[in-house]
Protein backbone atom coordinates (compact mmCIF):
# COMPACT_ATOMS: atom_id res chain seq x y z
CA UNK A 1 0.00 0.00 0.00
CA UNK A 2 1.57 3.60 -1.25
CA UNK A 3 -0.26 6.90 0.34
CA UNK A 4 0.48 9.78 -1.85
CA UNK A 5 0.01 13.42 -0.32
CA UNK A 6 0.60 16.34 -3.16
CA UNK A 7 1.66 19.90 -2.71
CA UNK A 8 2.82 22.92 -4.11
CA UNK A 9 0.26 24.28 -6.32
CA UNK A 10 -0.60 27.65 -6.18
CA UNK A 11 -2.03 30.57 -8.72
CA UNK A 12 0.35 31.55 -10.63
CA UNK A 13 0.98 34.58 -13.21
CA UNK A 14 1.32 33.22 -17.52
CA UNK A 15 5.45 32.78 -17.90
CA UNK A 16 6.21 31.95 -13.58
CA UNK A 17 7.11 28.21 -12.62
CA UNK A 18 5.93 26.21 -9.55
CA UNK A 19 7.03 23.02 -8.31
CA UNK A 20 4.88 20.08 -7.05
CA UNK A 21 5.89 17.53 -4.51
CA UNK A 22 4.43 14.27 -4.31
CA UNK A 23 5.10 12.53 -0.66
CA UNK A 24 4.58 8.61 -0.50
CA UNK A 25 4.76 6.67 2.58
CA UNK A 26 5.96 3.73 2.65
CA UNK A 27 9.14 1.92 2.11
CA UNK A 28 8.98 0.79 -1.72
CA UNK A 29 9.02 4.22 -3.26
CA UNK A 30 11.64 3.19 -5.05
CA UNK A 31 10.19 0.11 -6.49
CA UNK A 32 7.67 2.36 -8.06
CA UNK A 33 7.39 4.41 -11.40
CA UNK A 34 6.04 7.44 -10.67
CA UNK A 35 3.56 9.62 -12.94
CA UNK A 36 1.68 12.85 -12.94
CA UNK A 37 -1.52 13.72 -14.13
CA UNK A 38 -3.91 16.58 -14.46
CA UNK A 39 -7.74 16.92 -15.12
CA UNK A 40 -9.10 20.48 -15.91
CA UNK A 41 -12.44 21.46 -14.84
CA UNK A 42 -15.31 18.97 -18.25
CA UNK A 43 -12.05 17.30 -19.57
CA UNK A 44 -10.82 14.05 -18.99
CA UNK A 45 -7.53 13.51 -16.69
CA UNK A 46 -4.29 13.58 -19.18
CA UNK A 47 -0.56 12.29 -18.93
CA UNK A 48 1.78 15.08 -18.10
CA UNK A 49 5.22 13.00 -17.16
CA UNK A 50 6.30 10.37 -15.88
CA UNK A 51 9.51 8.95 -14.38
CA UNK A 52 10.73 4.95 -14.34
CA UNK A 53 12.43 3.05 -11.06
CA UNK A 54 15.92 4.06 -12.34
CA UNK A 55 15.15 7.33 -13.33
CA UNK A 56 13.86 7.36 -17.54
CA UNK A 57 11.51 10.21 -18.05
CA UNK A 58 8.94 10.71 -20.06
CA UNK A 59 7.13 13.53 -21.08
CA UNK A 60 3.68 14.87 -23.01
CA UNK A 61 4.36 17.00 -26.21
CA UNK A 62 1.98 19.79 -24.60
CA UNK A 63 4.81 20.21 -21.58
CA UNK A 64 8.18 18.64 -23.28
CA UNK A 65 10.83 21.54 -22.52
CA UNK A 66 9.08 23.32 -19.70
CA UNK A 67 8.60 20.79 -17.25
CA UNK A 68 11.27 18.43 -15.74
CA UNK A 69 10.07 15.30 -13.20
CA UNK A 70 12.76 14.25 -10.57
CA UNK A 71 12.45 11.66 -7.72
CA UNK A 72 14.28 11.54 -4.10
CA UNK A 73 14.50 8.32 -3.49
CA UNK A 74 16.29 8.92 -0.01
CA UNK A 75 13.02 11.39 0.90
CA UNK A 76 10.60 9.06 -0.72
CA UNK A 77 9.14 12.05 -3.00
CA UNK A 78 8.86 13.17 -6.45
CA UNK A 79 9.05 16.50 -7.49
CA UNK A 80 7.51 18.04 -10.85
CA UNK A 81 9.14 21.80 -11.97
CA UNK A 82 6.80 23.52 -14.40
CA UNK A 83 8.50 26.81 -15.85
CA UNK A 84 7.11 29.22 -18.56
CA UNK A 85 3.68 28.35 -17.57
CA UNK A 86 0.10 28.55 -19.57
CA UNK A 87 -3.53 29.53 -18.82
CA UNK A 88 -3.86 26.39 -20.54
CA UNK A 89 -1.44 24.12 -17.71
CA UNK A 90 -4.33 25.43 -15.11
CA UNK A 91 -5.63 22.14 -13.76
CA UNK A 92 -5.44 19.88 -10.81
CA UNK A 93 -2.53 18.16 -10.91
CA UNK A 94 -2.47 14.04 -9.60
CA UNK A 95 0.56 12.03 -8.72
CA UNK A 96 0.66 8.38 -9.22
CA UNK A 97 2.60 4.93 -9.01
CA UNK A 98 2.83 1.93 -10.55
CA UNK A 99 4.51 -0.78 -11.18
CA UNK A 100 5.69 0.34 -14.30
CA UNK A 101 5.93 3.43 -16.91
CA UNK A 102 2.45 4.08 -18.08
CA UNK A 103 0.82 7.30 -19.84
CA UNK A 104 -3.02 5.75 -19.48
CA UNK A 105 -4.20 6.37 -16.11
CA UNK A 106 -6.13 3.38 -15.80
CA UNK A 107 -2.76 1.62 -15.30
CA UNK A 108 -1.49 3.66 -12.26
CA UNK A 109 -2.26 1.76 -8.83
CA UNK A 110 -1.90 4.76 -6.60
CA UNK A 111 -3.16 8.04 -6.32
CA UNK A 112 -2.78 11.45 -4.14
CA UNK A 113 -5.59 13.88 -3.69
CA UNK A 114 -4.67 15.85 -6.23
CA UNK A 115 -3.17 20.25 -6.09
CA UNK A 116 -4.78 22.99 -7.72
CA UNK A 117 -2.57 24.68 -10.40
CA UNK A 118 -3.73 28.02 -11.78
CA UNK A 119 -2.44 30.10 -14.34
CA UNK A 120 -3.77 33.59 -15.38
CA UNK A 121 -3.48 35.14 -18.12
Known amino acids: QVQLVESGGGSVQAGGSLRLSCAAS????????MGWFRQAPGKEREFVAAISRSGGTYYADSVKGRFTISRDNAKNTVYLQMNSLRPEDTAVYYC???????????????WGQGTQVTVSS
Open 26 to 33: GRTFSSYA
Open 96 to 110: AASASVYITTNMYDY
